[in-house]
Protein backbone atom coordinates (compact mmCIF):
# COMPACT_ATOMS: atom_id res chain seq x y z
CA UNK A 1 0.00 0.00 0.00
CA UNK A 2 1.02 3.66 -1.31
CA UNK A 3 0.36 6.16 1.40
CA UNK A 4 0.18 9.80 -0.08
CA UNK A 5 -0.89 13.19 2.28
CA UNK A 6 -2.13 16.47 1.53
CA UNK A 7 -3.26 19.83 3.92
CA UNK A 8 -4.42 21.12 0.76
CA UNK A 9 -8.87 20.37 0.36
CA UNK A 10 -8.75 21.07 -3.00
CA UNK A 11 -6.40 18.28 -3.94
CA UNK A 12 -7.51 15.05 -4.86
CA UNK A 13 -6.20 13.07 -2.23
CA UNK A 14 -8.05 15.29 0.05
CA UNK A 15 -11.56 14.33 -2.05
CA UNK A 16 -10.86 10.81 -2.08
CA UNK A 17 -10.47 11.15 1.87
CA UNK A 18 -13.58 12.72 2.26
CA UNK A 19 -14.89 10.10 -0.44
CA UNK A 20 -13.84 6.97 2.17
CA UNK A 21 -15.11 9.20 5.64
CA UNK A 22 -18.56 9.54 3.36
CA UNK A 23 -18.85 5.88 2.52
CA UNK A 24 -17.88 4.83 5.73
CA UNK A 25 -19.29 6.93 8.32
CA UNK A 26 -21.82 9.49 6.90
CA UNK A 27 -23.54 6.00 5.29
CA UNK A 28 -22.53 2.78 7.22
CA UNK A 29 -22.32 4.76 10.60
CA UNK A 30 -25.16 7.23 9.92
CA UNK A 31 -22.98 10.19 11.40
CA UNK A 32 -24.35 13.07 11.18
CA UNK A 33 -22.47 15.18 7.71
CA UNK A 34 -22.39 18.07 9.87
CA UNK A 35 -20.20 16.40 13.17
CA UNK A 36 -18.34 14.49 10.44
CA UNK A 37 -16.97 17.50 8.27
CA UNK A 38 -16.12 19.74 10.77
CA UNK A 39 -13.73 22.89 11.23
CA UNK A 40 -10.52 21.28 11.16
CA UNK A 41 -10.56 19.87 7.87
CA UNK A 42 -8.03 22.82 6.69
CA UNK A 43 -6.19 22.22 9.80
CA UNK A 44 -5.45 18.68 9.48
CA UNK A 45 -3.19 16.68 7.49
CA UNK A 46 -5.13 13.92 5.47
CA UNK A 47 -3.73 10.61 4.85
CA UNK A 48 -4.78 8.56 2.50
CA UNK A 49 -3.99 4.61 1.71
CA UNK A 50 -3.91 3.48 -2.42
CA UNK A 51 -3.66 -0.33 -3.50
CA UNK A 52 -2.43 0.67 -7.08
CA UNK A 53 -4.94 3.19 -8.26
CA UNK A 54 -7.98 2.73 -5.63
CA UNK A 55 -8.37 4.99 -2.26
CA UNK A 56 -8.90 2.24 0.50
CA UNK A 57 -8.59 3.76 3.59
CA UNK A 58 -7.83 7.17 5.18
CA UNK A 59 -6.92 8.91 8.63
CA UNK A 60 -6.46 12.60 9.89
CA UNK A 61 -4.02 14.16 11.81
CA UNK A 62 -4.56 17.04 14.12
CA UNK A 63 -2.12 18.81 16.34
CA UNK A 64 -3.40 18.79 19.61
CA UNK A 65 -0.36 20.40 21.23
CA UNK A 66 3.65 20.02 20.64
CA UNK A 67 4.62 16.57 20.26
CA UNK A 68 0.58 15.36 20.69
CA UNK A 69 -1.11 14.27 17.68
CA UNK A 70 -4.64 13.64 17.28
CA UNK A 71 -5.71 10.84 14.85
CA UNK A 72 -8.75 11.04 13.98
CA UNK A 73 -11.17 9.44 11.40
CA UNK A 74 -9.59 6.51 10.72
CA UNK A 75 -11.43 4.08 8.36
CA UNK A 76 -11.04 1.06 5.33
CA UNK A 77 -13.90 0.74 3.29
CA UNK A 78 -15.88 -2.20 4.21
CA UNK A 79 -14.41 -4.11 1.06
CA UNK A 80 -11.29 -3.71 2.10
CA UNK A 81 -11.39 -4.67 5.68
CA UNK A 82 -9.11 -7.67 7.17
CA UNK A 83 -6.45 -7.48 4.62
CA UNK A 84 -3.83 -5.84 7.41
CA UNK A 85 -4.69 -2.39 5.55
CA UNK A 86 -5.80 -0.93 8.98
CA UNK A 87 -2.37 -1.77 10.64
CA UNK A 88 -0.25 -0.47 7.43
CA UNK A 89 -2.77 3.11 8.17
CA UNK A 90 -1.81 2.90 11.89
CA UNK A 91 1.81 2.16 10.77
CA UNK A 92 2.32 5.22 8.33
CA UNK A 93 0.43 7.71 10.93
CA UNK A 94 3.10 6.91 13.23
CA UNK A 95 6.04 7.57 11.02
CA UNK A 96 3.81 10.47 9.55
CA UNK A 97 3.40 11.67 12.97
CA UNK A 98 6.74 11.16 13.60
CA UNK A 99 8.35 13.17 10.11
CA UNK A 100 5.78 15.96 9.85
CA UNK A 101 5.61 16.64 13.76
CA UNK A 102 8.05 15.70 15.44
CA UNK A 103 5.61 14.10 17.76
CA UNK A 104 5.98 11.78 20.76
CA UNK A 105 2.67 10.83 21.60
CA UNK A 106 -0.70 9.39 19.43
CA UNK A 107 -4.03 10.04 21.08
CA UNK A 108 -7.21 9.13 19.51
CA UNK A 109 -11.31 9.05 20.99
CA UNK A 110 -11.57 5.16 19.65
CA UNK A 111 -15.24 3.47 19.18
CA UNK A 112 -15.56 1.06 21.87
CA UNK A 113 -15.68 -1.83 18.80
CA UNK A 114 -12.80 -0.93 17.18
CA UNK A 115 -10.60 -0.56 21.09
CA UNK A 116 -9.20 -4.12 19.82
CA UNK A 117 -7.96 -2.82 16.09
CA UNK A 118 -5.98 -0.21 18.00
CA UNK A 119 -4.52 -2.24 21.37
CA UNK A 120 -2.63 -4.69 18.57
CA UNK A 121 -1.26 -1.12 17.39
CA UNK A 122 -0.11 -0.95 21.28
CA UNK A 123 -2.37 1.67 21.89
CA UNK A 124 -3.83 2.02 25.85
CA UNK A 125 -7.05 2.77 27.04
CA UNK A 126 -7.13 5.96 29.35
CA UNK A 127 -10.08 7.72 30.92
CA UNK A 128 -13.79 6.58 31.43
CA UNK A 129 -16.16 6.10 28.43
CA UNK A 130 -17.85 8.74 26.88
CA UNK A 131 -20.69 9.44 23.83
CA UNK A 132 -19.96 10.93 20.47
CA UNK A 133 -22.07 11.16 17.69
CA UNK A 134 -23.94 9.07 19.91
CA UNK A 135 -21.34 6.55 19.60
CA UNK A 136 -19.37 4.94 22.62
CA UNK A 137 -16.25 5.94 22.77
CA UNK A 138 -12.47 5.75 24.73
CA UNK A 139 -9.59 7.82 25.11
CA UNK A 140 -6.66 6.18 24.29
CA UNK A 141 -3.01 6.86 23.78
CA UNK A 142 0.62 5.72 22.59
CA UNK A 143 4.06 6.86 23.25
CA UNK A 144 6.15 7.10 20.31
N1 LIG B 1 -12.22 -6.17 16.63
C1 LIG B 1 -11.14 -6.93 16.99
N2 LIG B 1 -10.00 -6.98 16.29
C2 LIG B 1 -9.95 -6.29 15.15
C3 LIG B 1 -11.03 -5.51 14.68
C4 LIG B 1 -12.18 -5.46 15.48
N3 LIG B 1 -13.24 -4.70 15.13
N4 LIG B 1 -10.69 -4.93 13.51
C5 LIG B 1 -9.43 -5.35 13.24
N5 LIG B 1 -9.00 -6.16 14.23
C6 LIG B 1 -7.69 -6.80 14.34
C7 LIG B 1 -7.48 -7.77 13.18
O1 LIG B 1 -7.98 -9.05 13.50
C8 LIG B 1 -5.96 -7.75 13.06
O2 LIG B 1 -5.37 -8.55 14.05
P1 LIG B 1 -4.43 -9.83 13.69
O3 LIG B 1 -3.36 -9.30 12.79
O4 LIG B 1 -3.96 -10.32 14.99
O5 LIG B 1 -5.34 -10.76 12.96
C9 LIG B 1 -5.59 -6.32 13.41
O6 LIG B 1 -6.69 -5.81 14.18
C10 LIG B 1 -5.40 -5.45 12.17
O7 LIG B 1 -6.56 -5.58 11.37
P2 LIG B 1 -6.69 -4.91 9.93
O8 LIG B 1 -7.10 -5.95 8.92
O9 LIG B 1 -5.46 -4.15 9.62
O10 LIG B 1 -7.92 -3.89 10.16
P3 LIG B 1 -8.94 -3.36 9.03
O11 LIG B 1 -8.21 -3.03 7.80
O12 LIG B 1 -10.08 -4.31 8.94
O13 LIG B 1 -9.43 -1.97 9.71
C11 LIG B 1 -10.94 -0.68 11.10
C12 LIG B 1 -9.99 -1.90 11.03
C13 LIG B 1 -11.46 -0.55 12.53
C14 LIG B 1 -10.16 0.59 10.75
C15 LIG B 1 -12.10 -0.93 10.09
O14 LIG B 1 -12.88 -2.01 10.55
C16 LIG B 1 -13.01 0.27 9.86
O15 LIG B 1 -12.71 1.14 9.05
N6 LIG B 1 -14.17 0.30 10.54
C17 LIG B 1 -15.16 1.35 10.30
C18 LIG B 1 -14.69 2.72 10.74
C19 LIG B 1 -14.34 2.75 12.19
O16 LIG B 1 -15.07 2.27 13.04
N7 LIG B 1 -13.17 3.37 12.47
C20 LIG B 1 -12.68 3.49 13.81
C21 LIG B 1 -13.16 4.79 14.35
S1 LIG B 1 -12.53 5.04 16.00
Known sequence: MKFQMTRDITSSIYKDSLTIRKIVFIKEQHVDEALEIDELENQTLHVVGYEGEQACCTARLYEKETGIIKVQRVAVLSSQRGK???????????????????????????????????????????????????IPHHHMKKEI
Open 84 to 134: GYGRELMNAIEDIAKSEFHAHTLILDAQDHAIPFYEKSHFTVFGGPFLDAN
